[in-house]
């Protein structure tokens, strides 16, 4: 099974919503300095609500954070964060692309679009992460990356200040491991580590 | 949303034959993208496979215009990212006076809140009687949007706040009469426009520019195809001329970009070197 497969992973993309800032924070805080992933977030804001995360976020961290431009390249060791009001897509496995057109689940960024783009340019080397929500976004993407072989972690809804979207994504079947939102962090610190 | 509905060798198909019969090319606009459009006016028109999509394209002139019109997305509003905007007032408009006659390009300019928003700038600092500005999209029917002025009512309260970040000090609604639920922009700003289909892809430059707009276009290009339409924007403008493009857009990765300093790397506004 999916769940099991040891390897490179290649992507990490995390989605949330409504309370999920303090999770994705901790999250990013311990990152492990060596790894050979990607790491993407896609979280619900205000249109036009610029530099304020991207400034919490590389607080956190030591890793560089950039919040993406247009066919910007997906680079290892970064933290990439989808800008507000556009989508966030894979071109490919190298590039980046943004797409301005209609909201997905009243959302823009929708994590469904940029989770699915996830599970099409790179498949099972991807571990998907959604987290604490208002809303159904993020679910079927979720199922999009677990079909395509990738791992899938669900901030446990009982732990979540909302728990409507983690579970969403429970009833979909999407959810490989259900996990408590403080092991989240070391799960995916051990996940992305370089392999010696 | 499925994503996988339609297969990689039928998007190829699909755009051969629109390039072939009607000379759309759309081979080079960014692929993840397009797919999920293409995906979208499936689902949305409730079309079952490939086949009906490709055979109602072939075989329905109506459906074809319906089809180009879905496929490229055409988001907009009036003073979109507001800030750019009011650098363009103050930091921009005053180089501009100092021209006898002021000519802007709207390049993909979609149903023309941006050249109107454009318009009522150059009506506040007394430049308007001396401009032109020409606003330019593939599809025809934007144009004729464009043309009319015609905007719906229900988005002036946010065109309205728009106007007011953009560092707007009248009243916005007195550049329109409502109409039930429309809003009908006045003619003074409608005399300086000049509307024209025009496709990037494959028209060529047709004048020189003190200013050209080019804003959430390219994005939907691959990079091949974002450089060579940013080559055919940098022959349209003048030297010591203004490049805008959209907020997450940028010229760095092009080889044209040696000739640009950036005059607000924020507000991706350009101006070309001597
Ligand atoms: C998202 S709209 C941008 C509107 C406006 N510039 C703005 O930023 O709000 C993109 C526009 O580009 C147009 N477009 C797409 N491909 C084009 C092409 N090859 N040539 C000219 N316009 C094109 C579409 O028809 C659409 O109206």
Not at chain 1, 25 to 45: K, M, N, S
Not at chain 1, 145 to 153: D, E, P, Q
Not at chain 2, 179 to 188: H, I, L, W
Not at chain 2, 233 to 243: A, H, K, P, V, Y
């Amino acid at each position: 099974m999916a769940q099991t497969t040891v390897g490179i992973r290649t992507v990490l993309v995390v989605g949330g919503s409504a309370g999920s800032l303090d999770p994705v924070l901790q999250i990013v805080g311990a990152l492990p300095a060596d790894t050979d992933a990607a790491i993407v977030i896609v979280v619900h804001r205000k249109a036009g609500s610029d530099s304020i995360l991207s400034n919490l976020l590389a607080a956190k961290t030591s890793l560089p954070v950039k919040e993406v431009e247009d066919k910007d390249p997906v680079l290892t060791g970064h933290i990439f964060l989808a800008p507000p009001d556009y989508h966030l897509l894979f071109e490919n496995r190298n590039y980046f692309a943004l797409d301005a057109s209609e909201k997905i689940n009243y959302s823009r960024p929708s994590i469904d679009v940029t989770f699915e783009s996830a599970a099409a340019a790179f498949g099972s080397t991807v571990v998907g992460v959604l987290l604490s929500g208002a809303n159904a976004d993020g679910a079927e993407g979720l199922a999009a990356i677990r079909n395509a072989g990738g791992l899938t972690l669900v901030q446990d809804p009982a732990t979540a200040e909302v728990y409507y979207m983690p579970q969403q994504a429970i009833l979909l079947g999407a959810a490989g491991q259900v996990v408590h939102k403080d092991q989240l962090p070391a799960r995916l610190a051990a996940l992305l580590r370089r392999q010696p | 949303m499925d994503p996988n509905i339609i297969r990689e060798e039928e998007i190829e198909q699909l755009l051969a034959g629109l390039l072939d019969l009607y000379g759309y090319d759309f081979t080079n606009y960014a692929r993840a993208s397009l797919r999920r459009r293409i995906n979208r006016i499936m689902i949305v028109d409730k079309l079952p496979s490939f086949a009906e999509l490709f055979y109602k394209i072939k075989s329905d002139p109506a459906y074809l215009k319906h089809f180009v019109a879905e496929v490229t997305v055409n988001v907009t509003e009036m003073f979109r990212d507001p800030q750019v905007y009011a650098t363009i007032r103050r930091e921009v408009l005053p180089v501009l006076a100092t021209y006898p006659f002021i000519r802007i390009w709207h390049a993909g300019c979609a149903t023309g809140e941006e050249v109107y928003s454009m318009a009522i700038l150059l009506e506040e600092s007394g430049l308007l009687h001396k401009s032109l500005l020409y606003a330019t999209d593939l599809n025809h029917n934007m144009v004729e949007q464009v043309r009319s002025g015609i905007f719906p009512m229900r988005h002036m309260k946010q065109y309205s706040e728009n106007y007011i970040a953009a560092g707007g000090k009248q009243d916005f609604s007195q550049y329109y009469t409502a109409k039930y639920d429309r809003a009908v922009f006045s003619s003074t700003l409608r005399k300086k426009l000049i509307v024209a289909t025009h496709n990037l892809v494959s028209d060529s430059s047709f004048n020189e520019f003190q200013m050209i707009f080019c804003r959430n276009v390219l994005i939907y290009f691959d990079k091949t195809l974002q450089e060579k339409v940013l080559q055919l924007l940098d022959n349209s403008l003048e030297q010591r001329g203004f490049l805008v493009l959209g907020t997450k857009e940028n010229l760095r990765f092009s080889a044209i970009a040696p000739g640009y300093l950036p005059l607000a790397p924020k507000d991706k506004i350009w101006r070309k070197r001597q």
